[in-house]
Structure formats: C-alpha cells, structure tokens
C-alpha cells in the first residue's frame, strides 16, 4: 500500500467515523478489502493523530467522539 493509498483509506474511515456509519473492524475489512489487523492499526494510528475516535457499542461502529 502506498503513502497515497494509506492517506485515502484513513480519509475514508475518518468520514465514514464522522457519519457514524463505519461499523466494527469485520465490516470495515471487509468494505475495503484488508485485514482487520490492518483496520485496527489505522484506527490507532488516527488516534495518536489526535481524532477522538471511541467504539459506541449501542452503534457497533466507531464513531468521532462529541461530534
């Protein structure tokens, strides 16, 4: 995976966070065709970029908190 690629996939799973639409790790592998691991890895790496992302269990998605 490119520096571009990577940069557009974090995109993507930042709005899809913002539209509280992302759904657990599972599905977020499965829409864009990685592994879970590699879900999880992005989502820590977003968070130590500072965006509040939390996993709302009501939901079963990750979502940006207080947005």
């Given at each position: 995976m490119t520096k571009h690629e990577k940069a557009m996939?974090?995109?993507?799973?930042?709005?899809l966070c913002r539209l509280k639409a992302a759904g657990n790790p599972a599905d977020l592998a499965r829409r864009?065709?990685?592994s879970e691991r590699?879900?999880?890895?992005?989502?820590?790496e977003l968070r130590q970029e500072?965006?509040?992302l939390i996993f709302d269990y009501y939901l079963m998605s990750y979502v940006l908190q207080n947005v």
């Amino acid at each position: 995976m490119t520096k571009h690629e990577k940069a557009m996939l974090k995109s993507r799973i930042l709005q899809l966070c913002r539209l509280k639409a992302a759904g657990n790790p599972a599905d977020l592998a499965r829409r864009f065709e990685i592994s879970e691991r590699t879900v999880k890895r992005h989502i820590r790496e977003l968070r130590q970029e500072g965006y509040p992302l939390i996993f709302d269990y009501y939901l079963m998605s990750y979502v940006l908190q207080n947005v």
